[in-house]
């Protein structure tokens, strides 16, 4: 369904200086895939998302969706079953948030892809989503959680068959991630989402795509692969090290609080 070849991606700074973002990447994800983007803050996973939802173009290499080739040349002619098919929930929902209610916020996708009973449809996701209460508030009046459940909301009224999410989970509590993690469970879409969080990974998916922050794609391969392979967690440095004091005797050591 989604295809990687040797991508590259940079961009050139203020100084004139080139950066590069994403090296070399390559990978496949079949339909109905369920796979976990994991890389530390700066490895390039929003960078990467933004390629699969072709906000930005590759500087080299190909991105082929179904078979065709993502590029800036024709992509303004396959857009519309583009946006339709592919969803990305961003890593700030306040950038997918620009109506004035969260009813009209969810309308409008629908009416923008051309649904009918849209009236029922809305009732129906504020159900599913806990946002009746919500339906006639400015989005901007809502919590940072209540946001991210209204994005989500608007996107999966589309009815996506791919569903990119940006460290879905990084304003929710427990209980609202447990939720996510069900609805997850219940949708049965091709679904790509990123997360620095080892420990809610797992239920995101098997499959893990590593970035280290210098860019590259370490690991393609199941979760449990890779939380036994202690170089490549030290080279992704999804370990963490702090100070400890255990009464006067202080001493420092590498972390993996979350994994059991
Ligand atoms: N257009 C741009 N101009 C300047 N810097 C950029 C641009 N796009 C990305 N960057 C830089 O590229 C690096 C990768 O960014 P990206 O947002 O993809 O990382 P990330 O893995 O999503 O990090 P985080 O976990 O913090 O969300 C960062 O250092 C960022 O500052
Ligand atoms: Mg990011």
Redesign the pocket.
């Known amino acids: 369904m989604i295809e990687l070849i040797d991508v590259n991606f940079d ?1 050139t ?1 203020f100084k004139g200086e080139k ?1 590069e ?1 994403l090296k070399d990447i390559s990978f496949k994800i079949d339909e109905k895939e369920r796979v976990v983007l994991l ?12 390629i699969l939802d072709a906000l930005v173009f590759p500087k080299s290499g190909s991105y082929f969706y179904k078979g065709t080739k993502i590029g800036k040349r024709g992509f303004k002619k396959i857009s519309r079953s583009f946006r339709k098919e592919v969803a990305f929930l961003m ?1 700030d929902p306040n950038m997918l948030l620009f109506n004035a209610t969260v009813k009209e916020e969810i309308e409008f996708g629908l009416r923008q892809f051309g649904f009918d009973d849209i009236e029922s449809r809305v009732v129906d996701i504020a159900k599913r989503f806990g946002l009746e209460k919500y339906l006639d508030i400015p989005p901007f009046y809502l919590s940072g959680g209540e946001k991210q459940r209204v994005a989500l909301a608007s996107l999966i009224a589309i009815e996506p068959e791919v569903l990119l999410m ?2 879905p989970s990084a304003n929710l509590d427990p209980p609202t991630t447990g939720w996510l993690v069900d609805l997850l469970n219940d949708m049965d879409i091709t679904t790509v989402i ?1 997360t ?1 969080n080892l420990s809610l990974a797992p239920e995101f998916g098997d499959r893990v795509l590593v ?1 280290s922050d210098e ?1 590259r794609l370490i690991f393609d391969g199941s979760l449990e692969e890779f939380v036994e392979n202690r170089e490549l967690m030290m080279e992704a440095k999804l370990l963490h090290k702090h100070r400890h004091k255990h009464g006067p005797v202080e001493h420092t050591h590498f972390h993996l609080h979350d994994w059991e």
């Open positions: 961009y700074d950066k973002l890389g530390i803050n700066g490895s390039g996973k929003s960078t990467l998302l933004k890593q940006d460290e990123s620095h970035l860019h």
